[in-house]
């Protein structure tokens, strides 16, 4: 998966840095581009956490954060930016997907391709 998402930013031009973590939420790989940022360390772990506890892309969170919406006072260690995708087998979520380094659409790009091996896996 890690590997997969490198390769995605490879080609996209988007050194990135990748976290998965388990159903817990809790960090079992991450790999880092050279040249990524520095964020990258922080957000792509961060995003990974969110998309497992909320069961989400994270890419559909920031709207919901507004006042008023139903994520509103999000607590901080939830990162509501593109890049963070759910693993599930069959309905239950069991881990997640962060990516961050390249643009928004980047990000997704490569978390996306990290999930879709993660189902490849899984047939």
Do not use: N
Request: proline content about 7%.
């Amino acid at each position: 998966m890690c590997e997969g998402a490198r390769g995605e930013g490879r080609s996209l031009g988007a050194p990135v840095s990748l976290a998965v973590g388990c159903g817990g939420g809790h960090l079992v790989a991450f790999q880092r581009m050279d040249g990524a940022g520095i964020g990258g360390s922080e957000l792509a772990p961060a995003k990974a956490y969110t998309a497992v506890a909320l069961g989400r892309e994270t890419a559909e969170l920031a709207p919901l954060t507004a006042p008023g919406e139903e994520l509103y006072g999000l607590p901080l260690r939830f990162a509501c930016l593109p890049g963070g995708v759910p693993l599930r087998d069959a309905d239950a979520v069991i881990g997640g997907v962060g990516v961050s380094g390249g643009s928004p659409e980047q990000d997704v790009a490569c978390a996306r391709i990290a999930a879709s091996l993660w189902e490849d896996l899984r047939l």
